[in-house]
């Protein structure tokens, strides 16, 4: 018994359906890998963090935070006091502010994109507070989830009513919908990108048509004047 693949009549190796579901599983995961992102910082009492999410247009975003404080006796981080505020701002790729808001020490900001780019997502903590941990550090925890995966599905489900079949169909619609939405988004950052060299490859052109006109005219103007040199000299 062979172990080799199976090979069509041309002699070529005959790829089989398992395989193509997990080159297309491996293309979904890496596709909605970004649209997912958490992780933990640190803060002092004046400092602001800012973080820069690439959001294709009308993609909507929720940002889930919770603090917490160090404690020197305890020689670790425990859950922070309610006294204690986050300020998060938000400003779309034209720098205009589209979410600016204080919340608690834990807490959810949720805001849709209009315009495709690079949104930038900053947090730092009122400061009029921070005598509550004297100077300490604050570490924050944040979750930000895009697109599809910001949606509370076993809410929608048990509010519409929709059985798991319905459900799952629904997921899927709206993967391909973000599928597309980031195509999309590559498609505009393409032609952006396309602008911008055909831009510079102009101005490049230009330039180097402005230097060739100096050196041109520096020439005549030194011809000009040794030949004017000369015949003052009576040489020629």
């Not at 004046?46 to 993609?59: A, G, L, N, R």
């Not at 849709?112 to 550090?137: R, V, Y």
Request: with cysteine; hydrophobic share 35%.
């Amino acid at each position: 018994m062979s172990d080799s693949p199976p090979v069509n009549e041309n002699g070529d190796e005959h790829v089989g359906q398992p395989y193509l579901s997990f080159v297309f599983s491996a293309f979904l995961l890496n596709v909605f890998y970004n649209c997912v992102s958490s992780l933990y910082f640190h803060i002092g009492e004046t400092e602001k963090k800012c973080f820069i999410e690439e959001i294709p247009d009308e993609t909507m975003i929720i940002g889930n935070y919770r603090t917490q404080l160090y404690d020197k006796q305890k020689e670790e981080y425990l859950p922070a006091t309610q006294g204690l505020g986050m300020f998060v701002e938000v400003k779309d790729p034209d720098d205009k502010v589209i979410l600016s808001r204080q919340y608690g020490s834990e807490g959810r900001f949720t805001f849709t994109s209009h315009t495709p780019g690079e949104h930038q997502i900053c947090l730092h903590s009122n400061s009029s507070k921070f005598s509550l941990f004297a100077g300490g550090m604050l570490r924050v925890h944040l979750d930000i989830q895009v697109g599809e995966h910001a949606n509370n599905y076993a809410e929608i489900a048990a509010k519409d009513k929709l059985t798991e079949l319905q459900l799952r169909v629904r997921q899927l619609v709206e993967q391909v919908d973000q599928i597309q939405k980031e195509q999309n988004y590559q498609r505009y950052r393409e032609e952006r990108f396309r602008q911008t060299s055909e831009s510079t490859n102009q101005r490049v052109l230009w330039w180097s048509i402005v230097q060739t006109l100096i050196l041109v005219a520096i020439g005549i103007w030194q011809m000009r004047h040794l030949k004017s040199f000369f015949e003052a000299k009576k040489l020629v």
